[in-house]
């Protein structure tokens, strides 16, 4: 939880700093996500756990609220398809009753939910706080870790976590770089 705060503590700063600029369209769609893992676990029953699901959940609606005054206000066509693939999407979700379609299903939703972030900061690489991607990767590396069972259930999220955030980092690395950003 302490990495998931502190993460979001600099997001959140470099917003109203207009450092980072939010694209809405993804954090729309990561809140939804949200408040769905907060019914499944609720219904089943998750206990505490659900306290941190809505913990993150209302830093996640803060960042979006945030993203009205201080994002991205450009949204382009493939924002705009990948954004309503996404709710398309989520739908096919919750009519889903089994479990891997289910996490098949969130798979394509969070990476569907990521392009526009991706795609605005591959032209404004200077406008992300990498600290939150940074911790996001470790933190799903740690969960892996962590996990005793293995199955595609248990870890496909953190590996989709972890690949999406490391490619992010390195994509928004090699960005500055190209556009000699420090």
Do not use: C
């Not at 450092?19 to 729309?28: A, G, N, Y």
Request: charged share 10%; no cysteine; glycine share 4%.
């Amino acid at each position: 939880m302490i990495m998931v705060f502190y993460g979001y503590f600099f997001y959140i700063s470099d917003i109203f700093k207009w450092k980072t600029k939010p694209h809405l369209l993804s954090w729309v769609v990561f809140v939804i996500l949200d408040v769905i893992s907060i019914l499944v676990q609720y219904n089943a029953w998750a206990g505490p756990w659900v306290w941190w699901t809505v913990a993150t959940t209302i830093v996640a609606a803060t960042v979006m609220i945030l993203a009205f005054k201080y994002g991205e206000k450009s949204i382009t066509r493939s924002d705009t398809i990948s954004f309503i693939l996404a709710l398309f999407t989520v739908g096919l979700y919750m009519l889903v009753d089994d479990p891997t379609y289910s996490m098949i299903f969130v798979l394509i939703i969070l990476t569907l939910a990521f392009y526009p972030t991706i795609r605005k900061s591959y032209y404004k690489p200077s406008e992300e706080t990498m600290i939150m991607y940074v911790l996001a990767a470790v933190r799903s590396a740690v969960w892996i870790a962590a996990t005793v069972q293995i199955s595609f259930l248990t870890i496909s999220l953190p590996v989709l976590v972890v690949v999406l955030n490391i490619g992010f980092i390195a994509m928004v690395y090699v960005r500055k770089k190209q556009l000699g950003i420090n």
